[in-house]
């Protein structure tokens, strides 16, 4: 048995990079999903409205860690080849980060009054325009402050990965913890780690929020 030091502290801070990098790959292939599932949202069509509706429904109803097992024992069977934790853990990410953050866009755009369009159509912008430069706009300022509480979720959510394998700060933490047999200091100084990750997007969306609620 050893002691914890400052080799293993950088352990975890270095295991803290894959939480980080996860976070981006869910937010980068993510986060342009979503925007399709809210934009299908609002389709004129109902057939593509129901499908992306009971697509985030799915996904929504089924718990990270659900998803994360699925992708991992499954991806394996439908494609034939033995897939690295990194690729199943992102793909679980991935989706979940487009159900959620589709939902949050979707009901900003909805948010956003009827006569918005309406003075929008009077000035002769096609549906396109109308989108770009006078709802979204709007949408968006509605929808930043829960799209950064989503972000520190998804943060946190990261520790389940662990759960399949993959090395980030919590399995990191899971493994200092047997090699030195000191789970308080070791979790301990986890938390913080996280606590570090998370606290500036919280009081950012904390701002957000008392900015958007001045300008009411």
């Not at 799915?58 to 659900?66: K, N, R, T």
């Not at 959620?100 to 002769?124: T, Y």
């Not at 000191?182 to 986890?190: D, E, F, K, M, R």
Request: net charge positive; glycine share 8%; with cysteine.
């Amino acid at each position: 048995m050893r002691t914890f030091s400052w080799a293993d502290f950088a352990s975890l801070f270095a295991a803290m990079q894959w939480t980080v990098a996860l976070v981006c790959i869910a937010l980068a292939v993510g986060a342009p999903l979503g925007l399709g599932l809210a934009l299908l949202r609002g389709h004129r069509l109902a057939p593509l409205r129901w499908l992306a509706a009971a697509l985030q429904q799915l996904v929504q109803g089924v718990p990270l860690l659900g998803l994360l097992m699925f992708f991992y024992f499954g991806m394996p069977v439908f494609l034939g080849v033995e897939v690295p934790a990194i690729a199943a853990v992102s793909v679980a990410f991935i989706i979940y980060a487009a159900a959620f953050l589709g939902q949050i866009w979707h009901g900003g755009i909805q948010a956003v009054k009827h006569e918005q369009w309406e003075a929008a159509a009077c000035l002769g912008l096609s549906k396109w325009h109308q989108f770009r430069h006078v709802i979204a706009p709007q949408a968006l300022r509605l929808s930043l402050p829960p799209t950064v509480g989503f972000l520190v979720q998804l943060i946190k959510g990261t520790s389940l990965a662990s759960v399949v394998g993959f090395v980030e700060l919590a399995r990191a933490g899971q493994i200092a913890s047997a090699a030195t047999f000191q789970p308080l200091l070791v979790y301990s100084c986890v938390a913080l780690l996280y606590f570090a990750a998370c606290l500036p997007l919280t009081m950012w969306a904390r701002n957000l929020e008392d900015r958007l609620h001045g300008a009411r």
